[in-house]
DNA sequence: CTGAACATGTAATTAGTTACATGATTTC
DNA sequence: GAAATCATGTAACTAATTACATGTTCAG
């Protein structure tokens, strides 16, 4: 998957995998996120399969740069796979369900202690979002054509993150005032 | 991961991989799921460490079966992870999202057909979800102490399912509208 | 007679994480 | 003087997926 990352942005302009890195951190990173040393070894090993091409940079001062080009293979490899719909649901791994599930046995007040520290993560996320609706999108808008389509389905993923980021909170009130109603009662404790 | 979740089934009887495979499917799958071969692998491993150990159990007509038993030690490394509280927000990987960033370049046309397919999916999770906490959730009730508290813990599980599901389908629809309304205007077709 | 359910495993591969490794420049 | 930014890589490891492999019984 994370190729067809790579390939998405390379698509826009040429970059190194520091740029691509950075990309990835401030768009992506909330429904897809990478290491760096993923980004590089995925560089390397697309760059051997033709997808991309690679000129190295010196520079005076500042580190040497690696700047990679989508090929014609490249565009068409990315293409390919956009054109072929996703036909099943993806697999969810979401660590603090796994967690609650087998909460039963343990204090009560504890559980509730880590969901609302969880809840506050999710506000900052939240917030994180909000900041790249209105600030990092327009910024990035501006610096492709303006009639450009792209932004409508940017938005569309930070959407996503957004309405998904408040049902998460939503449901942490809600599940620690169900805690709180029917595991605590007072002749438990 | 898998290895917690195995111990917690492990703690309300022993069970075998094939057991622990459909305790899976039916109650984590929506938020953590394995293949079979995983489970396998990863009991054995368990084994090794001292968290279960396993009595093979011959029978006759059907296949044999290896029971696995939680010991003391996996009892406490279980109890141990869940006294640790997750402090970090796990990451999301949306295959359809990272698919909608790329996707200016594609037919429009064609990424509302693969919204409404995947909507089409997430109204079957959904339909699944709802039986879950009706059907499910109450049959495996009735197996454990009645006022065991387990079954709230689950049906918190599913209530976040159900609300992701009712969220995504939302976030569809409105994403079909948007790309509708935007990307479809007449001069460009 | 076909497919599902029961039941367990191994092998090969891919993907992803964590740690190791370096080093200059700029900002506080 | 410390920390952040720029910049790229390798190595070791863990987790997860896909494929290979086998064989009986029971229901439709």
Redesign the pocket.
Known sequence: ???YILMGFLRYAPM????L??AIDTSTSHF???????I??T??QMEKDGLVT?Q??Q?????????YVLTEAGQRALQDWLEQPLMELP?I?EDLLVRLFFSAARDPHKVIEELRLQRQLHVQKLAVLHHTASVVIPEEHAKIPPEARDPIFWQATVSMGIKFQEMYIQWIDETIRVIEGSAMDPERK
Chains 1, 2 share one sequence.
Do not use: C, E
């Not at 190194?16 to 740029?19: I, M, N, P, R």
């Not at 897809?32 to 993923?38: N, V």
């Open positions: 998957m994370i190729d190194t995998g520091y740029d890195k950075q897809w996120h990478a290491h760096h040393s993923q590089y070894t560089l390397r690679s190295f940079i520079q005076v001062g500042q580190p040497n740069r690696r700047l697999a791994k």
